[in-house]
T-cell receptor, first 113, second 113 residues
Framework: DQQVKQNSPSLSVQEGRISILNCDYT??????FLWYKKYPAEGPTFLIS?????DKNEDGRFTVFLNKSAKHLSLHIVPSQPGDSAVYFC????????????FGSGTRLLVRP | DVKVTQSSRYLVKRTGEKVFLECVQD?????MFWYRQDPGLGLRLIYF???????EKGDIPEGYSVSREKKERFSLILESASTNQTSMYLC????????????FGPGTRLTVL
């Protein structure tokens, strides 16, 4: 039973346009959510996070939106650049006293020049 | 900057061999994690450790064990490697403080023949 789902395995976007990556979760007890970016043959790198008490967090070209009633979060990248081409994972945590993160299956983003 | 290193980038082993994957972090983090990444499945937690000599099972611990004798080092052991353990293995660490993100190493691509 996947608690964190990324239903789009891939996304292709033109350079300069907006990329929107989506993530759904089932556990309403999650306390925080994170997005990671992963290039081939490298480990994931942290991108941006959001607490469950907020509905938006922005960092430069990256904005994460959280809709708690829908149990849905999204990552917006504006404007998209070819260097953004990577696999993006959403993750959730804080539903128990451990520090575990539950990851989605990832979305491969391709930004076309 | 946090640095997490893993002993090997690529490893090829034979079925039945005992395999050691080493992970070292240099930021005095209390928490360390081992994940495996497989296509379409995202990152799945194998084991984690709150502190030295402490360990907890993750979601897929079968066939694995871990060791944390020193704070900076977290080892993953495959007691008798099998072909279904062919995967990308990722180590991560986290500070026990307020920040929720985990910092990842570059990964070890393990192939079991």
């Amino acid at each position: 039973d996947q608690q964190v789902k990324q239903n789009s395995p891939s996304l292709s976007v033109q350079e300069g346009r907006i990329s929107i990556l989506n993530c759904d979760y089932t556990n309403s007890m999650f306390d925080y959510f994170l997005w990671y970016k992963k290039y081939p043959a490298e480990g994931p790198t942290f991108l941006i996070s959001i607490s469950s008490i907020k509905d938006k967090n922005e960092d430069g070209r990256f904005t994460v939106f959280l809709n708690k009633s829908a149990k849905h979060l999204s990552l917006h990248i504006v404007p998209s650049q070819p260097g953004d081409s990577a696999v993006y994972f959403c993750a959730a945590g804080g539903d128990d006293s451990s520090y575990k993160l539950i990851f989605g299956s990832g979305t491969r983003l391709l930004v076309r020049p | 900057d946090v640095k997490v290193t893993q002993s090997s980038r690529y490893l090829v082993k034979r079925t039945g061999e005992k395999v050691f994957l080493e992970c070292v972090q240099d930021m005095d983090h209390e928490n360390m994690f081992w994940y495996r990444q497989d296509p379409g499945l995202g990152l799945r937690l194998i084991y984690f450790s709150y502190d030295v000599k402490m360990k907890e099972k993750g979601d897929i611990p079968e066939g694995y064990s871990v060791s944390r004798e020193k704070k900076e080092r977290f080892s993953l052991i495959l007691e008798s490697a099998s072909t279904n353990q062919t995967s990308m293995y990722l180590c991560a660490s986290r500070d026990r403080g307020l920040r929720n993100e985990q910092f990842f190493g570059p990964g070890t691509r393990l192939t079991v023949l």
